[in-house]
């Protein structure tokens, strides 16, 4: 009896007074459910307030309420828009490119040969470094058009050098990025790998059953936990990603790689509109919510798929 | 079986060959730090040089490098503490005596960590402003132990209700308080997973840059924000910058090379273990 409950999370209660518990379990969490209110609730309702009013820090005489105007206005600014296109177009292409790199990884991870151990601490690394590290290092060292590494390979090559962040901001953005998030997937799918009992692949195997098959009908279903996991774990930071654009690209050139992230930073921290900054932050939670409820029905749904087929 | 055999070996080559392109930046950064700056813009570029330290000796004691130091290490230590101490309490009831709405608080608690930063940035700098606490070490450790507190809560629950419960009720027959139970029977128990999550909090917030970039100036800006000025330092600094990136990187990198069983636990949430 006491092991299921454990296993369920539930520890009987009978062992301590029962009139105690209620003002323990408050003594217990209060402060830090009442520290986390604090710090991130009220903001919220801030934001909320600030969204609903004109305010711009350069003109403070000018603050006064205007309801939901900041809105509308919002919207109907093109660069909004064009923002809104390049938080989807770097988000997704991140996370569907990190999803395969970190997927083949991790198969291939999922071995045993020589140097195992060394291969994945090296591995792991670009995710746990800096990401302003990261950002100025590809900028420098490595895209740089006259002297970085990656031109003096195209050199080498007989070729031109490219100037990638000049030319293909987005796609240098998305490098550095994936570049980061990859270890991060193949940490997981290994973990969902590992938990896999091989006994019912080597059963596939004798029934005749071919690598693809192997893949389709065992490994997929049994990774899609872990993958829906991966996937909304890293949307949510990738959503939020600020500090690799703001070290390559300033966001530009124009705003060719300014995500939401970033706008808002422009829109509060160089033009001072508390208002309408404030009013993007509630677009940007609201996208953040949506992305998720679509991306775990889009799932949910191939998950039944992959398993009835 | 020959045929395996090969494809086995070419497996093997290719997960050296993935593994050598994606680590190579770090490798040529540290490899960088160590030329002087004519050498790191030679053409083709050099592997084999005469190392030099020199840059290392710019980066480190020429430039704000220390200073940036000491407040990360500062606000880092301060906000792991607090989060451990907010949060170990928490988990601890919510682990072993759940109410009937400590579903809803872990949901609510990981909410919270779900937010997108720029949704609550604008109110915390106007905040700060008014409140004195912008540029403070203060400030930021706020700040951290919010983004820290739902891991430490998830992560020490899920470490408590691992504890063999056999243990726990053998400890409450024989009558002991709360605060012994907790103290001498749960907490060595679980110190292991303790020094796991507080290890993930350092990581996080070492490493955090919006925050830190938008409520810091000078007097409390973290080595995040300190690295981030090198965006403008191109062309001319790379082996000073990869000697101050280095040093930057290499406590975290070293922390997370041993943590890295805890890590999966950490970035799920304790949902993979």
């Given amino acids: 009896m006491s092991q299921a409950s454990v296993l369920s999370g539930t520890v009987p209660e009978q062992e301590r007074p029962k009139s105690v518990l209620p003002s323990l379990r408050r003594l217990l969490t209060t402060p830090a459910l009442v520290f986390m209110i604090i710090v991130t609730q009220v903001p919220l309702l801030f934001t909320i307030a600030y969204s609903l009013q004109r305010w711009n820090l350069l003109r403070p005489q000018r603050r006064g309420f205007v309801g939901l105007d900041n809105f509308p206005r919002v919207l109907q600014e093109p ?72 031109g003096s390979a195209f050199a080498l090559a007989g070729l031109p050098r490219p100037d990638i962040l000049a030319h293909e901001p987005m796609i240098a953005v998305i490098i550095i990025i994936v570049w980061e998030w990859t270890p991060f997937m193949m940490l997981i799918l290994l973990a969902g790998l590992q938990s896999l009992d091989m006994e019912r692949v080597e059963a596939a195997q004798i029934d005749g059953a071919d690598l693809i098959q192997i893949f389709r009908h065992i490994l997929i279903p049994h990774l899609m936990r872990y993958i829906e996991l991966a996937v909304l774990m890293e949307m949510l930071f990738i959503l939020s990603v600020f500090g690799e654009i703001f070290v390559t690209t300033t966001g530009g050139p124009g705003i ?54 | ?113 779900m937010l997108p930063p720029v949704g609550v940035i604008v109110p915390l700098f106007i905040i700060f402003r008014d409140t004195g606490l912008r540029d403070t070490h203060l400030g930021m450790i706020i700040i951290y132990c919010a983004m820290n507190l739902p891991l430490v809560v998830w992560m020490m629950r899920s470490f408590f209700l691992d504890v063999p419960y056999e243990i726990l009720e053998a400890g409450r027959i024989d009558g002991v308080s ?42 409390a800006a973290p080595l995040s924000v300190y ?47």
């Fill in chain 1, 79 to 150: 660069s909004f828009w064009t923002i809104i296109r390049n938080t989807m177009t770097l988000t997704l292409s991140v996370v569907i490119i990190t999803l395969v790199l970190g997927m083949i990884l991790a198969l291939l991870l999922n071995r045993t040969f020589p140097g195992r151990g060394i291969i994945r601490t090296m591995l792991i690394t670009p995710f746990l470094i800096m990401p302003t590290v990261s950002a100025v290092l590809w900028k420098n060292v490595l895209f740089n058009p006259a002297f970085g590494l990656i």
């Fill in chain 2, 227 to 273: 690295i981030s000025s090198f965006k403008t330092a191109e062309g001319l600094f790379w082996a000073k910058m990869s000697a101050g990136a280095t040093a930057a990187v290499l406590p975290v990198v070293i922390a997370g090379w041993f943590a890295q069983r805890q890590l999966v636990k950490g970035l799920t949430m304790g949902a993979v273990k």
């Fill in chain 1, 256 to 309: 060719q790689t300014t995500n939401l992230s970033f706008g808002i930073y422009i829109e509060a921290f160089q033009r001072w509109d508390i208002g309408q900054a404030s009013a993007m932050g509630i677009y940007a939670i609201i996208l953040a919510n949506v992305m998720l409820v679509v991306f775990i029905r889009v799932l949910r749904r191939g998950q039944d798929e992959g398993i009835t087929t």
């Fill in chain 2, 178 to 219: 709360l605060w012994q139970e907790f103290r001498f029977i749960a907490i060595p128990l679980v110190t292991p997973g303790l020094f796991a999550t507080a290890l993930l909090c350092m990581i996080f917030s070492w490493n955090e840059f919006f925050f830190a970039f938008n409520l810091t100036v000078t007097d």
């Fill in chain 2, 1 to 113: 079986m020959l045929r395996n055999r090969t494809v086995g070996n070419g497996l093997t080559f290719l997960t050296y060959l993935l593994t050598f392109i994606i680590f190579f930046p770090i490798f040529w950064m540290v490899l960088t730090s160590f030329k002087t700056e004519a050498v790191a813009f030679d053409y083709p570029p050099k592997l084999v040089f005469t190392p030099t330290l020199s840059n290392w000796n710019i980066a480190l004691f020429e430039t704000g490098f220390f200073k940036s130091l000491r407040n990360t290490l500062l606000i880092v230590a301060g906000s792991t503490s607090l989060a451990l101490i907010l949060g170990i309490p928490a988990a601890y009831a919510l682990a072993y005596y759940p109410g009937k709405r400590a579903d809803f608080t872990l949901t609510w608690l990981i909410s919270t960590r």
